[in-house]
């Protein structure tokens, strides 16, 4: 995204680093947990939960470094 690539201007890549290993790990456990009740929605909920996670940290950071 947009976002990711200003931050990876910035050089925060370990920043980046830690924003998608923490919301791929909240969707892991979405497909872990709910997957098996709630089939596809779920998946898709996750996928979505995960990139607007990513979205909004990103967003949050972004807004960090401008103060």
Do not use: D, E, R
Not at 15 to 23: A, P, R
Request: net charge positive; proline share 1%.
């Amino acid at each position: 995204t947009t976002q990711t690539s200003i931050i990876n201007g910035l050089g925060k890549n370990q920043f980046i680093f830690f924003v998608t290993v923490l919301s791929l790990l909240v969707k892991i456990y979405i497909l872990i947990a709910l997957v098996p009740i709630y089939g596809i929605q779920a998946y898709l909920a996750g996928t979505l939960i995960c990139q607007g996670m990513i979205a909004l940290l990103q967003q949050w950071y972004l807004k960090q470094q401008m103060k």
